[in-house]
């Protein structure tokens, strides 16, 4: 029996959002200007998280950094992202889920760009990911996106698109799962045979109790007691 295991990134397997976390990253490396940067990285979360984000407006805000410096001194950040940043804030439960499903073929399913993601993905053991891909030309970014925005039902269209890369369709798996969050997420928690919610917001918790779907917790009890006083 083929079985499809999907995970969102941000506030699933991690107890934080990468984009917004790499925003913060280089604000903090004195990159991005502090002044101008640091309120809207902000805006746009909070924008995200109550579902009126932008998503274009969002992504030129997010990628234009990447069109002003080479590919080298990006991947040294995001090194270096990746091991202050990122790993601190892989759920205690994350890596066991992933384990859990060893056996099913795996994908990291995430509105965030293919650059921040791709290594986080790479260092969870999950081996495939289904991004928001970011445009490229003669080895340099853009700064834009490129192809269908793996957001909302956009995140549908890129799963179809994904399988028909490997010469299969959605309906060749027997049983599928989607591990997330969010809100943004219902179309594709919809469209699984095995809809589980994790660290699920408001909304998402109120459709998954009216709906009967799971809702996980990954943090140990001191970390979810940590987290809320830290948020408090």
């Not at 990159?31 to 809207?40: F, G, M, P, S, W």
């Not at 991947?75 to 499903?101: D, K, M, S």
């Not at 995430?110 to 993905?121: D, G, K, L, Q, W």
Request: some cysteine; charged content about 25%; aromatic content about 10%.
């Amino acid at each position: 029996m083929k079985r499809l295991v999907l995970f969102d990134l941000d506030e699933t397997l991690l107890a934080g959002d990468s984009d917004y976390e790499w925003g913060q990253f280089l604000i903090d490396a004195g990159v991005l200007d502090r002044a101008t940067h640091e309120a809207r990285n902000a805006q746009f979360l909070a924008r995200y998280r109550a579902g009126t984000l932008d998503l274009e407006e969002y992504l030129e805000f997010q990628l234009g950094p990447l069109a002003r410096y080479p590919r080298p001194q990006l991947e040294a950040w995001h090194a270096e992202f990746l091991a202050t940043r990122i790993l601190p804030i892989v759920r205690a439960g994350t890596r066991p889920l992933i384990e859990r499903h060893h056996g099913a073929v795996q994908a990291i399913v995430t509105a965030t760009n293919r650059f921040v993601t791709e290594p986080i993905a790479a260092a969870l053991g999950v081996p495939n990911l289904i991004a928001t891909e970011v445009e490229e030309i003669d080895g340099r970014y853009t700064g834009r996106a490129s192809g269908t925005r793996c957001f909302q039902e956009g995140k549908v269209t890129k799963l179809h698109e994904w399988l028909a890369s490997r010469g299969e369709r959605f309906g060749d798996y027997a049983q599928t799962w989607f591990y997330s969050d969010s809100m943004n997420d219902l179309p594709l928690l919809s469209a699984v045979t095995h809809p589980v919610t994790v660290h699920p917001d408001d909304r998402l918790r109120a459709h998954a109790a009216r709906a009967g779907w799971p809702i996980l917790t990954l943090d140990t009890p001191d970390e979810a007691r940590d987290r809320h006083e830290h948020r408090a």
